[in-house]
Every structure is written in structure tokens, then in C-alpha cells.
């Protein structure tokens, strides 16, 4: 018991080991796969991504021009990233905020890219 009071009253007297999240938040390490972004605009709806994502959590409707992904179901492995023509989808260093209620990113292509003479 005597050995315990010891490593208590050093606890006590020393600085936490860890961080108060989300009061205090850590900057991401270099090259960290966060929040999954798309320039619509760019994009040709090819549906390559779509295709490649592991977990299928992208879905496209060129017809629509609609371009929809699920974080919730994405595991951020970056394969559609990868394989993207245009380059139009990018991995963001941060991670999505928890919420209350799922939503998905669904983005609506109003112009599509300039097309190249």
C-alpha cells in the first residue's frame, strides 16, 4: 500500500500525460488521410472512383450530376484519390467533427470542367 501512495502523490503533483479533448487539440501528423473533398467543378463523373473505393461508400449519377460520399462508411484509404483522372478529390489533414445525426456529403455539379481544344 505504502509502495501505491508514492506513485499517487507523484500523479498529483506532475502534469497530466494527456490532453483535455476536445479543448485541446493536437495538429495532424504529415500526410494524415482526413475528410475525403472534391472539387465538383473539376469533375467529369467518370465514376473511376466510385468503382475503385473498397468499402463503396462513393456513389456517382452522371445523368443527375450528382457526386454523393458516405463518411461514415469510408475507411479513408485514398485508392480513389489515386485513381482519379482529373485529380479533382483530395485527402484533407482533418478528421470530420462528431455529430448527432449521419449525413452524407452529396455534391451537385451546377457547370462541369472547361473543355480542352
Known amino acids: 500500500m ?3 501512495t508514492a506513485t499517487i502523490i507523484r500523479n498529483f503533483l506532475t502534469k497530466p500525460h494527456t490532453r483535455l479533448y476536445p479543448i485541446t487539440v493536437r495538429e495532424p501528423f504529415e ?3 482526413g475528410n475525403l473533398d472534391i472539387e465538383i467543378e473539376e ?3 467518370c465514376g473511376i ?4 473505393c473498397p468499402s463503396q461508400c462513393i456513389t456517382v449519377s452522371k445523368e443527375e450530376k450528382v457526386w454523393t460520399v458516405d463518411p461514415f462508411a ?3 484509404c485514398a485508392i480513389c484519390v489515386e485513381n ?4 479533382c478529390l483530395s485527402m484533407d489533414k482533418h478528421h470530420r467533427k462528431p455529430v448527432k445525426v449521419k449525413e452524407m456529403n ?3 455539379q451546377v457547370k462541369g470542367p472547361e473543355k480542352k481544344k
Open 2 to 4: 505504502l509502495d501505491m
Open 31 to 33: 500526410n494524415v488521410r
Open 43 to 45: 469533375c467529369i463523373l
Open 49 to 52: 472512383c466510385s468503382k475503385k
Open 74 to 76: 469510408c475507411v479513408y
Open 84 to 87: 482519379c483522372p482529373t485529380h
Open 106 to 108: 452529396r455534391q451537385v
